[in-house]
């Protein structure tokens, strides 16, 4: 196959090799932006929901702020602890 | 109520300050050595991305110290105080900011930018869209007036905090700011601020639990608190002072659009390993989320301390003064410094970046020489500082507009041009030029309040369709990214 002028602006995205590592890439922005994306929900619709006919009280706390703010947060965070450390990879940053 | 602080308590606070402020100075000397000993050639590089060599904690801490400003350790309280709970959960939405930013781009631009050279968030911008001088412009033109606009911001609430808190003037605190951050940052450049940004980010930690623990204690029952609250403003404790379209909107402006702002995105330039991100994210978390819930929870605490703050800024200072002793009273103090000088550093290496290496650089004079780029980076970042002190000193007419925008304004102008230039292949420099600019004055008419266009909402959620829309739509109909871009930022290295 000929080389292709790098300036070149009318050609196929299909010609291109993709690199594994940056598809790898792309997949795991998905799911930072997903998981991420249900913590939002999540919060403001417990936060909110628990509070819809008042508020009452919890281990000193608005019982909406226990569940909806510690509570999700503390969730969310083991969440990420697992994804970061279980799913997202480990690559070599330099084209070797 | 006024603000009004006892004159035997204030020799101890400026001790405890001055002392934070020659650690600083120390941190800001050594960072100034290391730099002494990088050879001419890779000087630009060892000051925008250090070398690509930072370790979890210093990444950690450039984006969440980076991020959490005054705004987190003053303003954000105030609001608290003010609005209450439902502020509280707008707040929330930062707690994960290093897993947004690091997760999402991090490590594709970790590879990308090594394999082009780019040293700085325009200079990715730049290579990705072609070179386009228009977009260099647009970009370097919105770094400039906003970040220099937020900067500025930051030195007056420091210097005037430092005024409140100490009884010494204004001209002065302004002038400790300065000299630290113009030495950590000018002669230090990332890595200096990566020093003392950790430094700074355990100092904010320890003022918060201090402050925590001191309200808790001061305060007693916070329930009985709550209660007493409730019953002179019912709204402060419950989340329905806002409507939940508005409360989503905002956890879309301090939530998912982090992404596309320059300092936060410029620290994923300077990790040295995949593992170290990895690790950045969960300690970033543990920091953030902490720093968040205390402070502003202790917002709306303050309330039943003093009901009726004519300054609500004043909150934490207030509270500081009442439920800690004087030393350390002063170490809160230092704690806030900490927050505001960390954000300034980390934008003055934006701002200098912009100017050096994507306006002059790339845009002017590419075959500039080593020396003499080294030559023109000290001067121009020390102009940066000098102009935003210099303006802090007298605040001109119209910085407070630049500054409510300035955020929102470069979200909305860079996120869909930053996301869609990663991930999707089609999108280009026209495509991107329409989606910054249309953005930007959306944001600014919605926000702005020009028109009626945000449905209920923040202002950043028209500027974030429209932005996004233009971006995909204009690519759409223009040719596509030259065929070696393309390749450098999705394809296998030949």
Same mark, same amino acid.
């Given at each position: 196959m000929q080389k292709r002028d790098? &300036? *070149? &602006? $009318? #050609? *196929?995205?299909?010609e291109i090799e993709l690199d594994p590592r940056l598809e790898r890439c792309e997949y795991e922005m998905k799911l930072t932006f997903g998981s991420w994306l249900i913590y939002a929900f999540a919060t403001i619709g417990l936060s909110y929901y628990l509070s819809r006919g008042g508020v009452d009280y919890i281990h000193g706390m608005p019982s909406w702020f226990f569940w909806g703010e510690c509570v999700t947060a503390f969730v969310f965070f083991l969440v990420v602890c697992y994804m970061v450390l279980k799913v997202f990879r480990n690559m070599d940053l330099f084209d070797r | 109520m006024e603000f009004t602080l006892n004159p035997e308590v204030r020799p101890v606070i400026v001790g405890t300050f001055a002392a934070y402020t020659v650690i600083m100075l120390v941190i800001g000397y050594f960072a100034k050595k290391m730099m002494d000993g990088t050879a001419v050639n890779r000087y630009v590089d060892e000051f925008y991305t250090g070398g690509r060599g930072m370790g979890a904690l210093a990444l950690a801490m450039i984006v969440a110290a980076g991020l959490c400003s005054a705004g987190t350790f003053l303003g954000g309280p105030g609001m608290a105080y003010r609005v209450g709970g439902t502020w509280v959960i707008a707040v929330c %939405?930062?707690?994960f900011m290093n897993f947004l930013v690091l997760g999402s781009v991090g490590k594709k631009i970790g590879i990308v930018a090594r394999r082009i050279q780019a040293q700085s968030f325009m200079g990715l911008l730049l290579n990705r869209y072609n070179n386009s001088k228009v977009l260099g412009l647009i970009g370097v033109l919105c770094i400039v007036a906003f970040m220099g606009s937020y900067v500025v911001a930051q030195f007056v609430g420091g210097a005037r905090l430092f005024e409140t808190m100490t009884g010494l003037s204004y001209e002065l605190g302004l002038l400790l700011f300065a000299v630290v951050v113009l030495l950590v940052a000018v002669f230090g450049g990332i890595k200096g601020v990566a020093l003392a940004i950790v430094f700074q980010g355990i100092v904010m930690t320890i003022a918060v639990v201090a402050l925590f623990w001191g309200t808790l204690n001061h305060i007693g029952s916070t329930e009985t608190a709550l209660k007493t609250i409730a019953q002179a403003e019912p709204s402060i404790v419950t989340p329905w002072t806002w409507t939940m379209a508005y409360q989503a909107s905002m956890w879309m402006n301090f939530g998912l659009l982090i992404v596309g702002i320059p300092h936060s995105t410029m620290g994923t330039l300077t990790y040295k390993s995949t593992r170290a991100m990895h690790r950045a994210i969960v300690i970033g978390a543990v920091f953030v989320v902490f720093w968040s819930l205390a402070l502003m929870s202790m917002g709306v605490l303050t309330r039943s301390i #003093?009901?009726?703050? =004519?300054?609500?800024?004043h909150a934490i200072p207030v509270l500081t003064m009442t439920v800690l002793p004087p030393w350390l009273a002063g170490v809160t103090i230092a704690g806030v410094a900490g927050a505001i000088q960390s954000t300034v550093g980390a934008m003055i290496i934006v701002i200098s970046s912009a100017l050096i =290496? *994507? %306006?002059?650089?790339?845009?002017? $004079?590419?075959? %500039? %020489?080593p020396e003499k780029l080294r030559k023109i980076n000290m001067i121009a970042t020390t102009l940066v500082c000098l102009l935003t002190v210099g303006a802090a000193l007298r605040p001109p007419h119209g910085l407070q507009v630049l500054v409510i925008f300035s955020v929102g304004g470069l979200a909305s102008a860079f996120f869909w041009p930053l996301m869609l230039g990663i991930y999707w292949m089609r999108t280009n420099e026209y495509g991107a030029i329409a989606g910054m600019l249309g953005g930007l004055i959306t944001y600014i008419v919605g926000a702005g309040g020009y028109a009626n266009i945000t449905f209920g909402m923040h202002g950043i959620v028209p500027a974030f369709v429209v932005s996004g829309v233009l971006t995909i739509g204009v690519s759409l109909m223009t040719p596509k990214t030259p065929y070696g871009v393309i390749r450098a930022w999705f394809g296998a290295k030949a």
């Open positions: 790098d &300036r *070149d &602006r $009318n #050609y *196929d995205f299909g | %939405a930062q707690n #003093y009901p009726n703050l =004519k300054v609500v800024d =290496k *994507d %306006a002059y650089q790339t845009l002017i $004079n590419p075959s %500039a %020489a």
